[in-house]
């Protein structure tokens, strides 16, 4: 399947007002899904092609050497365990910003509240806004200005307290 036919797709799933549309070959899975609790801005979710997943099975002789690295992590996932996180729902760029010349969407100290606008993903020349489902406040913000993300990567820590 080609841009072009994905493209087609999510213009066409956003016209017919279906809810939500999956679409499952033997080389790509998509789920498009459009409108939640007053939100009429589909949101698009494109996962990963199922033949790159032994790919990442192919790296298990490295994992020795790492494993003290992998030790330490546990511990910091303990500290954050509190905390809420917010994650890419697409493949895109992230932006903090609106654009160059505006302040940032939100900064580490901010109180949220459902439905606020956290950033912008750009994918296939379309700027989404991220809004958030929590309320709370901004603990640590996880990418990069105009970093590539990938389908659920943790984007913002939120605390609910």
């Known amino acids: ?11 066409f799933v956003a016209k017919s007002g279906a809810s939500e549309v999956k679409l499952e070959t033997d080389e790509i899975k998509i789920t498009i899904r459009t409108g939640s ?11 990963i092609p199922m033949a790159q997943a032994p790919v990442a099975h192919a790296a298990p002789p490295h994992e020795a050497p790492s494993a003290p690295a992998k030790a ?27 654009s160059p010349d505006k302040p940032a969407f939100v900064e580490v100290g901010d109180k949220i509240s459902s439905g606020d606008v956290l950033c912008v993903i750009e994918a296939m020349k379309l700027f989404n806004d991220i809004e958030s489902e929590v309320s709370g406040t901004i603990v640590k913000v996880l990418v990069d200005d105009a970093s590539p993300v990938e389908f659920d990567q943790p984007l913002f820590l939120v605390d609910p307290a």
């Open 1 to 11: 399947m080609d841009i072009k036919e994905i493209q087609s797709l999510i213009k």
């Open 37 to 47: 609790l007053g939100n009429n801005e589909p949101t698009y979710v494109q996962s």
């Open 72 to 98: 330490a992590e546990p511990e910091k996932k303990e500290d954050d365990s509190k905390y809420i996180t917010i994650k890419s729902p697409i493949i895109g760029t992230f932006y903090r910003k609106p």
